[in-house]
């Protein structure tokens, strides 16, 4: 595995863990709940790449 197939997968659970973080806040503030279930769809969707990059 090179060093950017390594790199992809945890840059991608990053990305998903801000995406959960940022869409429970705008949720929970009620400030834009549009965006912030769009922003937990995201994050469900980079999470389901991670499983099928990994396998």
Do not use: H, S, Y
Not at 7 to 14: G, N, R, S, V
Not at 38 to 47: H, K, N, Q, S
């Amino acid at each position: 595995m090179t060093a950017l197939e390594g790199l992809a997968p945890a840059l991608a659970m990053l990305a998903a863990f801000a995406c959960l973080i940022g869409g429970g806040v705008l949720i929970a503030k009620r400030q834009d709940v549009r965006k912030g279930v769009l922003m937990l769809v995201m994050a469900a969707v980079l999470v389901g790449n991670v499983v099928i990059w990994t396998l």
